[in-house]
């Protein structure tokens, strides 16, 4: 059984020494440990400082990508590596690299394939009570369109089992987190959470620069994942809120027209045809997005088994 912990780094020369002494050197039910750093175009000496560690595995972009595309080049070079399971954690030492072990532990037991550190978040000092508001509110939402119990959905600190890696995509840019939750939850994957410990903070969040700006490009991520995976349910809720309100509207246009008074209000039954026409098209396209959802489960699986024979013939 080989683990290989990952580590997505953006000048982290300051802070991956704390972060490499924190990992696990053993876990009982594994053979061999690994760790692998993703250089993400950093502009400091963080490679050296990765080697001088002792870290096993470099990927090295030559300019700034994003977390996102980061993380999915890790899982991939960590398969051709021979993982059979991948821990994603941040190099500024936020989770306790000795919660690793508590971490895998479902993984190596057979009862998931992707286990996600639950944060003691009303606990986290550092975090505002707008951010903890917000993390939890976003948390709900991802459950909901999931169909998971992921109580800390932002949370980095993951573990993925060969399997679930091969199955994974993420399409957006910005981050992995949410997105590979929904995913998840619509694959039917596994997937479960355990309480982990989180170290004092080193430095300001790269990845929460704003407030808004957080929740504009968290919210765009919940919408497209779901609009990705349930598009039919999606754009069924869209056209019944465009349906009802333009029924009403024709009844209350026939209403008056039958009591004699429905030549003022021709209006209303314009903006009723409108609002029904725009409803029957979002039904039709909730149909079309239906049948390419269907095309692209088919896409995942071909996806899937090019990346395993792939990743099986380099390890």
Not at 161 to 177: C, D, K
Request: with cysteine; charged share 20%; hydrophobic share 45%.
């Amino acid at each position: 059984m080989k683990l290989i912990i990952q580590i997505p780094c953006y000048n982290e020369e300051f802070t991956l020494s704390a972060t490499y002494n924190q990992l696990p050197k053993e876990i009982p039910g594994v053979d061999i440990i690994e760790y692998l750093i993703i250089n993400d175009g950093s502009s400091d000496n963080t490679v050296k400082t990765a080697l001088a560690l002792g870290f096993h595995h470099i990927v090295s972009f030559k300019r700034n990508k994003g977390l996102a595309r980061g993380f999915m080049a890790g899982l991939d070079a960590a398969l051709s590596l021979g993982a059979d399971i991948i821990v994603n954690t941040d190099a500024d030492n936020q989770y306790c690299g000795l919660d690793i072990e508590k971490l895998v532990r479902p993984i190596l037991d057979g009862t998931a394939d992707i286990v996600i550190g639950e944060r003691p978040i009303d606990q986290t000092t550092h975090f505002s009570a707008v951010k903890k508001k917000l993390q939890r509110l976003g948390s709900f939402v991802v459950r909901t369109l999931s169909n998971t119990f992921i109580p800390d959905a932002p949370s980095g600190f993951r573990a993925y089992s060969r399997e679930a890696a091969l199955s994974l995509n993420v399409i957006n840019e910005y981050t992995y987190t949410l997105e590979t939750i929904i995913q998840a939850g619509h694959n039917k994957i596994a997937i479960t959470s355990v309480p982990i410990r989180t170290n004092p903070e080193t430095r300001k969040s790269r990845l929460f620069k704003s407030m808004w700006s957080y929740i504009r490009r968290s919210a765009s991520i919940i919408i497209r994942a779901f609009l990705m995976y349930k598009p039919l349910k999606f754009f069924s809720i869209l056209a019944v809120i465009l349906f009802v309100p333009g029924l009403v509207t024709v009844v209350r246009f026939l209403f008056y027209f039958f009591t004699g008074n429905g030549g003022g209000h021709v209006q209303s039954l314009v903006i009723a045809a409108i609002l029904i026409i725009l409803s029957v098209q979002c039904g039709l396209a909730g149909l079309q997005a239906d049948i390419i959802a269907a095309n692209r489960k088919i896409l995942e699986e071909l996806q899937y088994r090019a990346r395993k024979n792939d990743a099986d013939r380099k390890a």
